[in-house]
């Protein structure tokens, strides 16, 4: 959760979104397990495809802020694991999402403030022009010409992970999370915590869009699909994992 006394900085202008050089830098950490040598892979081996050695500087480090960070989320491996199981795009594009926001103060504060806050409305929009009063809002001493960066990039953002329209509209969209994103965070959080209710009340649901008629179409789906098995009376839940570890899950159910 995003605290006041945090000092917002402009990570989405350093290193950009890189949302498919993510997912190249992740398929290499799952393959090697090393950070130095996923590192080497970027600067000697051209890993991500770039001319510019800054650029290639400015998106490893948002991926290490992104995913070698103590966030709480999966691990990196884990990440660069689902994202080589066959299942769609979308799917591995919205278990990416979180990590994009949990490890950015400023968007996740303009996230719950501009979006989570209004996506319920009828229609829903998002102009460049009210990101950017948020953030002079903020008090953020920064040039006018970042601030404007940082509102387009920020928007640029939400339109790739598909919570709003295609430019020049302005609609925002719901977030549907898929059987398998939820899945994969739902395993890691009964991993973690032990218990069906400390994964149930994880507050990563809420950055989700994941209400309680959406988590329990969830569950049903997930024990459909042979993930665990789940019943539920009223406040009484028998929930069992088929799978032990997030791990399991992702070497035996998908692939």
């Not at 103060?105 to 998002?126: F, G, H, I, M, T």
């Not at 977030?175 to 973690?192: G, I, M, S, T």
Request: glycine share 6%.
């Amino acid at each position: 959760m995003v605290s006041e006394a945090v000092k917002f900085q402009a990570h989405l202008q350093r290193g950009g979104l890189g949302l498919e050089e993510m997912k190249r830098l992740l398929l290499a950490y799952a393959e090697c397990g090393d950070e130095f040598e996923v590192k080497r892979r970027a600067f000697e081996d051209n890993l991500l495809g770039k001319t510019s050695k800054r650029i290639v500087e400015d998106m490893f480090y948002a991926f290490r802020r992104r995913f070698l960070s103590n966030s709480g989320l999966p691990s990196a491996e884990l990440v660069g694991m689902f994202l080589k199981l066959p299942v769609p795009e979308a799917a591995k594009n919205q278990v990416l999402f979180p990590y994009f926001i949990v490890t950015d103060p400023l968007a996740e504060k303009c996230y719950r403030d501009l979006v989570l806050s209004r996506v319920n409305e009828p229609n829903p929009q998002l102009t460049s022009k009210e990101v950017r009063e948020h953030l002079e809002a903020l008090s953020l001493k920064w040039s006018e010409k970042l601030k404007e960066r940082w509102s387009r990039g920020f928007l640029t953002m939400l339109r790739r992970f598909n919570l709003m329209e295609k430019s020049p509209k302005k609609n925002l969209k719901k977030f549907w999370l898929l059987p398998e994103p939820f899945a994969f965070f739902w395993l890691w959080f009964w991993e973690q915590g032990g218990s069906f209710w400390s994964a149930a009340e994880h507050p990563l649901w809420e950055l989700l869009q994941l209400d309680g008629r959406l988590m329990e179409e969830l569950l049903v789906e997930g024990q459909l699909k042979g993930w665990w098995s789940y019943q539920r009376s009223g406040s009484i839940v028998d929930f069992q994992p088929r799978f032990q570890t997030l791990r399991e899950w992702l070497e035996n159910a998908l692939g």
